[in-house]
């Protein structure tokens, strides 16, 4: 009963703050509910007994990455409402765009509906995942079956790095000929 | 117990309104933290599957769609800052040239 409540309270409040992310004319505003829908989505995780998976999810998604984006809004000084937002090139964009994602939502819901999931079921209940521990459960797995696509993952962030600071250091050849 | 049905509904209406807002909104940062939101209600459908199946390569793989996200908003935000300082601008309708 808790439980339908906290998943009811958390939906409503993730939703909302989803179509403030996009309906909000001030990028900045943007962000901020953006980080209140990973937070309520963290909340859904522990409710999901994903414990470890909430915990990173607040600090990587809501921590690391919507810090960076703040970092750009503020660094580009873009906190002031977009003009280029008004001037519309194609005015049926946005009603056809409207109303093509009503479509989808009512696609993915009446799929969602009929189908009855099914599959092999794991031996990881949430009675065993309880007893273990989630995180524990998490790193075996990381260590063991899945250890190659992790180090493939360091090289990946390692690439994102260089890639970076490439694309957005200034160019100092360029500034001494001018 | 809340059906897990609910769930794939609530990530499919989050995935539906990132796809909106990438369609509708002309501020590259805005559509950027769109394609978070998408990323992130993938993330609730890999749970929800983990939990039905009782089994833990879902929580695996979104771990990994955190690192993808990570690296994606590094480099993306380093190339709108690239094209801010070339053009002043990072409105996408501005954005029309590979080279100038």
Redesign the interface.
Known sequence: ML??LL?LIM?LI??AC??C??FQKN?IY??IF?IQ??VS?AV??V????Q??AA??VM??AG??MV??IF??M??N?SKA?E??A?D?LFF??PS??I???I??VM??AV??KTV?Q????????EIISQIG?TQ??GK??FT??VF?FEI?SI??F???I???I??K?RIVEDEKV | MIPLTWYLILSGVLFSIGAVGVLIRRNAIVIFMCIELMLNSVNLAFITFSRQLNSMDGQIFVFFIMTVAAAEAAVGLAIIIAIYRNKATVNVDDINLMKW
């Open positions: 439980e339908s998943f939906g993730t939703i989803a179509l992310v996009v990028p943007s962000a953006l829908t990973m989505l859904l995780y409710l999901l007994h994903a470890f998976i990173i999810q990587v998604y690391a990455i960076l984006f750009v809004i660094l580009l873009l977009d280029g937002e001037r090139n964009q946005k765009a409207i093509l994602g009503f989808l939502v993915i819901g969602t509906l999931l599959g092999t079921k794991g031996e990881y209940t949430p989630n459960l998490v797995m990381l079956k899945y696509p993952a990946l962030l690439v994102a790095i890639g970076a600071i694309l957005a200034k």
